[in-house]
């Protein structure tokens, strides 16, 4: 099973969401978990894994993962070859290294990564940002292109933003 995450900020509380989905091609979602969570702190720049991560967390706590499951999040899991991390890179030491976790980012990070790679879906000119551990990134990549939907986010994970600020 494949979990994707993302979540929205409103003024007193955090809204995340995931989408549960059988493999890469699903058109589909197998199952949404959602969850209301108090944001326990602020939005500090170059630290947006303190806001994320517990809404991750306690949302996991409500999903029974497998040792093969892999996890979504909306960002970074490596940010440059330094070893500095990003959200994803976080919740896979949170998770003890047990689940594969996939970054898929709409900006680009400045820093150099060699484990980053541009992904170019439909016919879009702007490419998505894609870093893993856990799992390989060059297995990843045409995982991603190939996931349902011809544009550029693919269908699943465009309703997944959608539903983060329903």
């Known amino acids: 099973m494949i979990y994707a ?3 929205y900020y409103y003024d007193d509380y955090a809204n995340t969401v995931c989408i549960a989905f059988e493999d890469w091609t699903s058109e589909n979602e197998s199952e949404i978990f959602t969850e209301k969570t108090d944001i326990t702190s602020g939005y500090e720049s170059g ?7 517990p809404c991750i967390l306690s949302l996991l706590k409500k999903i029974d993962l497998k040792e093969e499951d892999i996890i979504i999040v909306d960002g970074y ?10 959200l994803g890179g976080y919740l896979y030491e949170a998770l003890d ?6 970054g898929i980012a709409k900006n680009e990070f400045a820093s150099p990564d060699s484990q980053r790679r541009n992904v170019l879906r439909g ?6 940002f894609l ?4 799992a390989d990134v060059d297995d990843i990549l045409p995982k991603v292109k190939q996931m ?7 269908a699943l994970l465009k309703k997944l933003d959608q539903l983060s600020r329903a």
């Open 5 to 7: 995450f993302d979540t």
């Open 47 to 53: 630290a947006f894994y303190k806001r994320e991560l």
């Open 77 to 86: 899991v490596t940010l440059d070859d330094d070893g500095k991390i990003g």
């Open 97 to 102: 290294r047990k689940y594969a976790i996939i």
């Open 123 to 128: 016919e879009s000119k702007t490419p998505l």
């Open 131 to 134: 870093t893993a551990k856990g």
């Open 148 to 154: 349902h939907g011809g544009y550029r986010i693919p």
